[in-house]
């Protein structure tokens, strides 16, 4: 089963919460496609579609500049929270990212990054060391998503577990649809996750 149709079914299962910072009634007076330029006066404002944090997330370049939204912040990692976040999307829309020839990144919060390549490459690098830490603790006992994300976020605010639950959970489920894993049931919040 393709990465894609696990996440929408989860979403349609509704057992892993998330939608955090939805607005239902929210309806955009346009939709745009990506690469679609918006002209004015002679510049041009492009439309880059970057899921992964969000699956409908949009970063916009324009001259040296790209105004990347919460995909890239130079304060934290991005949050990925299913089923609205993929982690499959947001490693993708990173090297897409990298493709590109602006590398000034202007984030929805938080200063400028200068370098937004480099900070990519530490996310893409950020991500692949939170998943050798799953596995890791996954080798050492089976657990839940909460119980992973309070056993290796252990230096953290306890405030900040929720957010650090949605990240691990995230990676749970690439995993698990990769195979790498397996789940004790249907994949949630309080199920169990083994290695294989």
Known sequence: ???AKV???????GTIAGGEGIDEAFQPDITLLDGFELQHDGACLTAIWTPGHFGNHMAFAYDKYIFCGDHVMGWASSMVSPP???????????????????????????????DGPTRLRWLLA?????????LAALDQRSDTAQGLAERIYSDI???LI???TRNVLAHLIDLNTRKVISSNGIMDLNTKYSTL
């Not at 950020?126 to 799953?134: G, K, S, V």
């Open 162 to 164: 929720p957010a650090a």
């Open 7 to 13: 996440w929408w079914q989860l979403a349609q299962l």
């Open 1 to 3: 089963m393709g990465e």
């Open 84 to 114: 609205d976040g993929d982690l499959v999307a947001f490693r993708q829309s990173c090297t897409r990212l990298l493709t590109r020839p602006e590398t000034f990144y202007l984030p929805g919060h938080g200063d400028p990054i200068e």
């Open 126 to 134: 950020h991500r692949d060391d939170r998943e050798m830490q799953i």
């Open 157 to 159: 605010d306890p405030c």
